[in-house]
């Protein structure tokens, strides 16, 4: 081992001073490199010139190149002959590589050479280009030369065309403005060609205004003839608004607007007030009008499906026994058990030991240690363990999931009337759009698929979203529209307006009867009373109160906008809440299927002591009728607002549960209110209270609805 680090000490020593010696001699080894391999380590500007280097010249630039020989111009003797000097020269405190003067004078030719090469190759570019621009320069003359030909020629043409325009045939005028195109001064021509390709399409289209301006615009589309700039045109369209302006949205209805149309400036829809009508009609430059008419949208709304789905919800939970603690408490045992024991054993070893075999012990106080953070381990998780478990309870119940269309239909009326308001035509553009949507009711907030059953199902916000966004009314909706045949009798507009009739098109809707045919006897007022379902669970009873609208309590529809509707015939409808009064606990409905209305009682004054009917659907029993006394009239605080004024209500003994709120409380024939609470888990029995007449009339005649 020692003689070979000694050998390895040595070794290194050795490569050291070779090293040494080495570098000594590197000058040596580069003239060697270059003399016998052909390879050189050093580049002059000769060499990158493409000229040899002498013999002398190698060696001196040699030593030049080799910083200890060459020492910043104090070389060594035997390295530096006197004739290196000519090579170099000194700039300040620096030094130049300069070689050989033939050298630098082959060198300079070459760069002469070089540099007269490329003066020539520039000078014969620079003709080049200038040859080319010249030909550029010639060409550009010529085609000056020929559109200002072309102009005068044009310009000619256009002064013929302005002399004679009038003696033209629509064929000839035709070509000439396809071919003259949009000049400015020819604006009076163009206004002499709409009304000739109007007046000539006019006659093809038997008199017919609209049709005629539609063939007229796309002829001249076609051939590319601009009319934009037109002064004059045989053409007016008219939007007719009345004096009251834009009349407010019902629930069901969503505003229609006129869209950009693709027709000239003075053609573009102009807004006229009904009551100005007569004398913008005489005033106009127009041969004929259009009358625009917008109603505000309808929209409807049908169930195209019903599904009841069956599913649970956690109704509560249980306590068990957890399996996991008991394993732990096992454990624990154990591992209290095994070091029990390990500490008799390591008693019994010291008590017994002499001398030397005491050793043997030492063993025993490791295995107790070792016991000892088992056991700690175990009380830890022990304590961490919970001992006992709680699951949930699943209880079945169903909810409903309805696949809803909503219809969107605009219908604009379109009369082409003279100038003296004789109706031409008569059509009628209706506009349709439909979205499907998917909404579930009752679901209960903690179904056990909740997640899955959401999948696909909309908000109320998407669906109401949708019903209230704008349609626009295009040119082509507008040339595209039917012929309408009725009201043929009324042959002059200004007729129409003095007999206030709608100049609008009535939209054709389907009403369904509230009253069908039943396989039992049911009490006729069991047809004007309907159950509302609410999407979020639960339901009520509501009751027509007009012939489109539902009155019930706010408690019934609270959380949602959109409910379920189920008639006495079994027939589904849609309702959406347009109004509510929190504190009195009332909401009206808006739904789609009519229905009969009730008649109100028309005194204030209700006998004490009459007969009451309260109609609802007590927990889920559809169309019950419970009947009982009407026991006085109080002022109660609201449930809702405690401290706000006190309402008024009617009490009686008529049975009232979950499912009648919102109902009708009948005396006879009349409704007197509006089921609303009763007073349950108390000792007293037979107190159920309804929202007094006064109240109800109130509210409903706040949102125009009679009660007579």
Request: net charge negative.
């Amino acid at each position: 081992m020692q003689s070979f680090s000694k050998f390895f000490r040595v070794s290194i020593s050795a490569l050291v001073f070779s090293l040494a010696i080495n570098l000594s001699a590197a000058g040596d080894l580069i003239d060697f490199l270059e003399k016998h391999s052909g390879i050189s380590l050093g580049v002059s500007d000769a060499q990158y010139l493409g000229v040899e280097e002498t013999p002398l010249e190698k060696e001196c630039r040699r030593t030049f190149e080799t910083p200890h020989q060459w020492n910043n111009g104090s070389p060594a003797d035997r390295f530096w002959d006197s004739r290196c000097w000519e090579y170099v020269q000194q700039t300040g405190t620096s030094w130049t590589w300069l070689g050989d003067v033939e050298t630098r004078r082959i060198a300079e030719e070459k760069r002469r050479k070089e540099e007269e090469r490329q003066r020539k190759e520039a000078e014969r570019l620079k003709k080049l280009e200038e040859e080319r621009l010249a030909e550029i320069e010639r060409k550009r003359q010529e085609a000056e030369e020929e559109a200002r030909r072309k102009e005068e020629e044009r310009q000619k043409k256009i002064e013929t065309l302005l002399a004679n325009y009038r003696d033209l045939s629509l064929d000839d005028l035709e070509d000439q403005l396809a071919e003259l195109g949009s000049a400015l001064s020819l604006q009076s021509v163009r206004n002499h060609y709409v009304v000739l390709s109007f007046d000539h399409f006019l006659t093809e289209t038997d008199n017919e205004p609209l049709a005629a301006l539609d063939r007229a615009v796309s002829q001249a589309g076609f051939r590319g003839i601009n009319i934009s700039d037109i002064k004059h045109h045989p053409v007016e369209f008219i939007l007719l608004n009345s004096e009251d302006g834009k009349a407010s949205l019902d629930e069901d209805e969503f505003s229609v607007e006129l869209g950009s149309w693709n027709l000239p400036a003075l053609m573009q829809p102009k807004s006229v007030n009904v009551e100005r009508l007569r004398p913008h009609l005489e005033q106009s430059e127009a041969q004929f009008f259009v009358l625009l008419s917008l109603k505000p949208g309808l929209v409807t709304r049908e169930i195209t499906s019903h599904e009841k789905i069956a599913s649970e919800y956690q109704s509560g939970e249980q306590t068990l026994p957890n399996p996991a603690y008991d394993r732990k408490v096992l454990e624990t045992q154990n591992a209290m058990m095994e070091l029990n024991n390990a500490r008799r054993s390591h008693s019994v070893c010291t008590a017994t030991c002499v001398d030397w075999g005491c050793l043997a012990c030492i063993a025993w106080a490791g295995t107790i240690n070792k016991k000892r953070k088992l056991h700690s381990m175990s009380s830890r998780s022990l304590s961490s363990t919970s001992p006992t478990i709680t699951k949930p309870i699943y209880s079945d119940y169903e909810f409903r999931k309805n696949t809803l269309r909503i219809n969107k239909l605009a219908s604009t009326a379109i009369y082409t009337v003279d100038k003296t308001g004789v109706i031409l035509s008569r059509r009628v553009s209706e506009k349709t759009n439909y979205q499907q949507y998917k909404l579930v009711y009752g679901l209960h907030d903690r179904d056990r698929n909740s997640y899955s059953h959401k999948q696909g199902i909309s908000s109320e916000d998407e669906v109401s979203k949708f019903e209230k966004e704008e349609m626009t009314i295009s040119w082509g909706d507008v040339k595209n529209a039917k012929t309408d045949t009725g009201d043929g009798a009324v042959a002059s507009i200004y007729s129409l307006l003095e007999e206030k009739k709608d100049i609008e098109i009535e939209v054709a809707t389907q009403v369904a009867s509230a009253a069908s045919p039943s396989l039992v006897s049911v009490d006729p007022r069991f047809h004007s009373v309907v159950m509302v379902l609410n999407p979020n669970g639960g339901l009520g009873t509501g009751f027509y109160v007009d012939p489109e609208t539902i009155l019930t309590n706010y408690h019934v529809v609270e959380g949602s906008d959109f409910h379920e509707i189920m008639l006495v015939d079994g027939e589904e409808s849609f309702g959406k809440v347009i109004a509510e009064d929190i504190a009195l606990d009332l909401a009206l409905l808006k739904v789609q299927n009519r229905g009969n209305p009730v008649r109100f009682y028309q005194s204030s004054q209700l006998p004490v002591g009459a007969t009451v009917d309260a109609i609802g659907h007590p927990n889920g029993l559809e169309f019950s009728l419970t009947r009982g006394t009407l026991s006085g009239v109080r002022r109660l605080p609201s449930l809702y607002d405690p401290s706000g004024r006190s309402i008024r209500f009617i009490q009686s003994d008529a049975a009232i549960n979950p499912g009648n709120s919102g109902g009708p409380l009948f005396i006879g024939e009349f409704v007197v209110g509006v089921n609303d609470f009763k007073l349950a888990k108390t000792e007293l029995e037979g107190l159920s209270f309804s929202i007094h007449l006064s109240e109800v009339k109130d509210f409903l005649r706040v949102y125009g609805i009679s009660t007579d």
